[in-house]
């Protein structure tokens, strides 16, 4: 069964940075494109940043570019999300995301569609 912890969310202030990361067990993590996605209070939930599996390609939303950076450690089953130049209007819980099948199955790591497993979400409040 697949499992993931996520842990980095918080408060922080208008132009301060986290660090999000999230572990994985119970699944060849390596095998499988990984997302970051967010869901705002009254919104639906979005795909902000994605990775394919060996970490070689990445994709961001138009709204955290230059701003959020994706990457993965296939050696300890994590990805993570460094986000800075944070804004009140990132505010949001943050969950990571597995795709719903192996790369060699054919995917499209870019497609919020690709995804069906999240994590528990962590909160991320970015405030004064």
């Known amino acids: 069964q697949v499992q993931f912890v996520e842990s980095g969310g918080g408060l922080v202030q208008p132009g301060g940075s986290l660090r999000l990361s999230c572990a994985a067990s119970g699944l060849i993590f390596s095998y499988y494109d990984m997302g970051w996605f967010r869901q705002a209070a009254g919104k639906e939930r979005e795909l902000v940043a994605a990775?394919?599996?060996?970490?070689?390609?990445?994709s961001y939303a138009d709204s955290v570019k230059g701003r959020f950076t994706i990457a993965r450690d296939n050696e300890k089953n994590t990805v993570y999300l460094q986000m800075n130049s944070l804004k009140p209007e990132d505010t949001a819980v943050y969950y990571c995301?597995?795709?719903?099948?192996?790369?060699?199955?054919?995917?499209?790591?870019?497609?919020?569609?690709?995804?069906?497993?999240w994590g528990q979400g962590t909160q991320v409040t970015v405030s004064s």
């Open positions: 990775i394919n599996w060996n970490g070689g390609s990445t």
């Open positions: 995301a597995l795709a719903v099948r192996p790369y060699y199955s054919g995917s499209d790591y870019t497609s919020r569609s690709n995804y069906g497993t």
